[in-house]
């Protein structure tokens, strides 16, 4: 064998198609890479278990790792790198998935080398991924030879050939991956340096884009509906077409949901339930999530979760919270650490927030890292500690935490940008003192005297000239 293809074929079509497209979208997507990891470690484990004649009881990973090391069916160094290869998949642990922190208008991420980082964490996992392939395949087929070999990279695979092939073929899985490159797109368009490192580098981009770039990155997140839902359609009809009933599937939206490929479903409605696309299709994506998770997506029930507890939908933010929770999504974690310790939704329970906010660190991730050391700061889940507090945050900071670079960000420069306009607007008023009211001033009446000074009405004078550019 000279790849890790090669290896990767004799554990079946279905493990492959998964590292496939890991592969495919180590560099464009980490964070899609480490879900189909994710999902091929998974197949692993049950792969293994069949070989070895045990029954899982549980369906969490975990829980499946320490049970094949305690029936001695994997060694204690495999035990180890399947550990590692979890935490690394686990979503939200190398790249930000909250919607808190996510604001259309006004995009704003960790500095742009996080997302070397979260590359460099995709290489590492598929790296654990083939110690552990290696150590299963020995076991069901010793006689196959396994010396060196290399591993493929994605050099050679270029986003225009996956748009392409999205294009000319009707296939779900090509329009799946070309939203994926869209949305990727979009994503890198919005993204603003703003670490401690770099203290003007967030001037580069600007705090506030323009209208025509505001106008591209929102034409590439429709561009990324648009394939998800094809995605969606053809799928479902891929399903039904030895049946003859494509015209119920293309009319039919509770169909398509039944019937279509489960990812497309979950990613569209991840992309457009917050309202960044507009109302129609928020609707329409808060409908796919909650089938998405009424089939079984951990991510989508997490998403669901997350998107009702901040439109105050609190029984139903539970629900599917806690569906997520018990397969460790770390999403799920952080948003009951909200539910508990808000007070929002339910009366404040400390000790059941702080076992959530925990769980989520111990699988690494990063903004349950940063809400844990702002606990720190308010002392009131957490013991008060500014030191401890600071510590979490920076250690948060430096794994790509959004949350803690916002802290560090508004910490830093937001009392300068407030001084800034304070001056500007005094600087203003001093040049034009009858032409711009003061700020915080009440508004003129109709038939109140114009400011500008000419003893005429305001509406007789400059009030069509404020309501125009109104």
Same mark, same amino acid.
Request: some cysteine.
């Given at each position: 064998?000279?790849?890790?293809?090669?290896?990767?074929? $004799?554990?079946? !079509?279905? %493990?492959?198609? /998964?590292?496939? #497209?890991?592969?495919?979208? *180590?560099? &464009?997507?980490?964070?899609?890479?480490?879900?189909?990891?994710?999902?091929?470690?998974?197949?692993?484990?049950?792969?293994?278990?069949?070989?070895?004649?045990?029954?899982?009881?549980?369906?969490?990973?975990?829980?499946?790792?320490?049970?094949?090391?305690?029936?001695?069916?994997?060694?204690?160094?495999?035990?180890?790198?399947?550990?590692?290869?979890?935490?690394?998949?686990?979503?939200?642990? $190398?790249?930000? !998935?909250? %919607?808190?922190? /996510?604001?259309? #208008?006004?995009?704003?991420? *960790?500095? &742009?080398?996080?997302?070397?980082?979260?590359?460099?964490?995709?290489?590492?996992?598929?790296?654990?991924?083939?110690?552990?392939?290696?150590?299963?395949?020995?076991?069901?087929?010793?006689?196959?030879?396994?010396?060196?070999?290399?591993?493929?990279?994605?050099?050679?695979?270029?986003?225009?050939?996956?748009?392409?092939?999205?294009?000319?073929?009707?296939?779900?899985?090509?329009?799946?991956?070309?939203?994926?490159?869209?949305?990727?797109?979009?994503?890198?368009?919005?993204?603003?340096?703003?670490?401690?490192?770099?203290?003007?580098?967030?001037?580069?981009?600007?705090?506030?884009?323009?209208?025509?770039?505001?106008?591209?990155?929102?034409?590439?997140?429709?561009?990324?509906?648009?394939?998800?839902?094809?995605?969606?359609?053809?799928?479902?009809?891929?399903?039904?077409k030895q049946r003859n009933d494509y015209f119920l599937i293309e009319r039919d939206e509770a169909s398509i949901q039944c019937c279509c490929d489960i990812e497309p479903l979950y990613r569209y409605g991840a992309l457009t339930a917050e309202g960044r696309l507009g109302?129609?299709?928020?609707?329409?994506?808060?409908?796919?999530?909650?089938?998405?998770?009424?089939?079984?997506?951990?991510?989508?029930?997490?998403?669901?979760?997350?998107?009702?507890?901040?439109?105050?939908?609190?029984?139903?933010?539970?629900?599917?919270?806690?569906?997520?929770?018990?397969?460790?999504?770390?999403?799920?974690?952080?948003?009951?650490?909200?539910?508990?310790?808000?007070?929002?939704?339910?009366k404040p329970s400390p000790d059941k927030a702080k076992e959530c906010i925990l769980r989520a660190i111990e699988l690494g991730c990063p903004e349950a890292l940063a809400y844990w050391g702002i606990a720190h700061f308010k002392g009131t889940i957490a013991p008060k500690?500014?030191?401890?507090?600071?510590?979490?945050?920076?250690?948060?900071?430096?794994?790509?935490?959004?949350?803690?670079?916002?802290h560090y960000f508004e910490k830093k420069f937001k009392p300068k940008l407030q001084s800034l306009l304070v001056n500007t607007a005094k600087e203003i008023k001093s040049i034009f003192p009858n032409e711009i009211p003061a700020a915080g001033s009440k508004k003129t009446?109709?038939?109140?005297?114009?400011?500008?000074?000419?003893?005429?009405?305001?509406?007789?004078?400059?009030?069509?000239?404020?309501?125009?550019?109104?």
């Amino acid at each position: 064998m000279t790849s890790d293809l090669d290896i990767i074929t $004799h554990l079946g !079509t279905d %493990i492959l198609s /998964y590292y496939h #497209d890991s592969i495919e979208f *180590s560099t &464009a997507r980490p964070d899609y890479s480490c879900q189909c990891l994710r999902k091929a470690a998974e197949l692993l484990s049950e792969k293994i278990s069949r070989h070895a004649g045990i029954k899982f009881k549980k369906t969490n990973l975990e829980y499946r790792i320490e049970f094949l090391f305690q029936q001695n069916v994997i060694d204690n160094e495999t035990r180890i790198h399947f550990h590692e290869l979890r935490k690394i998949c686990n979503a939200g642990v $190398h790249i930000s !998935t909250s %919607i808190q922190d /996510y604001n259309f #208008d006004n995009h704003v991420l *960790s500095s &742009a080398d996080i997302t070397n980082k979260q590359v460099t964490a995709t290489q590492n996992a598929i790296e654990h991924f083939m110690h552990v392939s290696i150590f299963i395949l020995n076991k069901i087929n010793p006689d196959i030879d396994i010396k060196n070999y290399t591993i493929t990279t994605s050099e050679n695979q270029k986003n225009k050939d996956i748009l392409y092939n999205a294009c000319i073929k009707h296939d779900f899985e090509p329009k799946l991956k070309a939203g994926l490159i869209y949305q990727s797109m979009a994503d890198n368009m919005c993204r603003i340096d703003y670490s401690e490192n770099s203290e003007y580098s967030y001037t580069k981009k600007g705090l506030i884009c323009s209208e025509d770039e505001h106008r591209h990155f929102t034409y590439l997140y429709e561009l990324a509906a648009e394939s998800f839902d094809a995605a969606c359609h053809i799928s479902a009809w891929s399903k039904h077409k030895q049946r003859n009933d494509y015209f119920l599937i293309e009319r039919d939206e509770a169909s398509i949901q039944c019937c279509c490929d489960i990812e497309p479903l979950y990613r569209y409605g991840a992309l457009t339930a917050e309202g960044r696309l507009g109302e129609e299709k928020a609707n329409l994506g808060m409908q796919r999530l909650r089938r998405a998770a009424e089939r079984g997506h951990i991510e989508a029930a997490a998403m669901y979760g997350a998107v009702s507890y901040n439109r105050d939908d609190y029984d139903s933010a539970y629900k599917y919270l806690t569906q997520a929770a018990c397969n460790d999504d770390v999403l799920s974690l952080r948003f009951l650490y909200l539910y508990f310790s808000e007070g929002k939704a339910t009366k404040p329970s400390p000790d059941k927030a702080k076992e959530c906010i925990l769980r989520a660190i111990e699988l690494g991730c990063p903004e349950a890292l940063a809400y844990w050391g702002i606990a720190h700061f308010k002392g009131t889940i957490a013991p008060k500690s500014k030191s401890t507090g600071n510590e979490l945050l920076k250690e948060a900071e430096s794994r790509g935490s959004t949350t803690a670079a916002q802290h560090y960000f508004e910490k830093k420069f937001k009392p300068k940008l407030q001084s800034l306009l304070v001056n500007t607007a005094k600087e203003i008023k001093s040049i034009f003192p009858n032409e711009i009211p003061a700020a915080g001033s009440k508004k003129t009446g109709r038939n109140s005297p114009c400011p500008c000074g000419s003893g005429k009405k305001y509406k007789k004078c400059c009030f069509m000239h404020d309501i125009h550019h109104e």
